[in-house]
């Protein structure tokens, strides 16, 4: 069973940064397909960033492009999201997807989460 477990959420005052993780188990990552999503309380999750086996495909939504970087180390098993320039409509629980059979974009998360982590960025 593949297991997500994302790290590195706290608390920032607007303009600064915070690096996500997302280290997983279960199985390799080298063929799986994996991306970020956020959710604020009362709303719909929201997509974010996805990234393709090799890196060559990614995709950011508008709201976070130029200011989150989102990057996959395949030998730790590891997924990350850097956040840049932070500011508070960046507040939301962030989490980890995957999915072995298909690419994650806008509307088409994958079947993998995990149990989020928490940023809150601060004026």
């Known amino acids: 069973q593949v297991q997500l477990v994302e790290s590195g959420g706290g608390s920032v005052q607007a303009g600064g940064s915070l690096r996500l993780s997302c280290a997983v188990s279960g199985r390799a990552i080298a063929t799986y397909y994996m991306g970020w999503f956020r959710q604020v309380p009362g709303k719909e999750r929201e997509f974010v960033a996805s990234?393709?086996?090799?890196?060559?495909?990614?995709y950011y939504s508008d709201s976070v492009k130029g200011r989150f970087t989102v990057s996959r180390d395949n030998a730790k098993n590891t997924l990350f999201l850097q956040m840049n320039s932070l500011n508070p409509e960046d507040t939301a629980m962030y989490y980890c997807?995957?999915?072995?059979?298909?690419?994650?974009?806008?509307?088409?998360?994958?079947?993998?989460w995990g149990q989020g982590t928490q940023v809150t960025v601060s004026s």
């Open positions: 997807n995957g999915d072995s059979w298909r690419f994650i974009r806008d509307g088409k998360a994958g079947s993998d």
């Open positions: 990234i393709g086996w090799s890196s060559i495909l990614i």
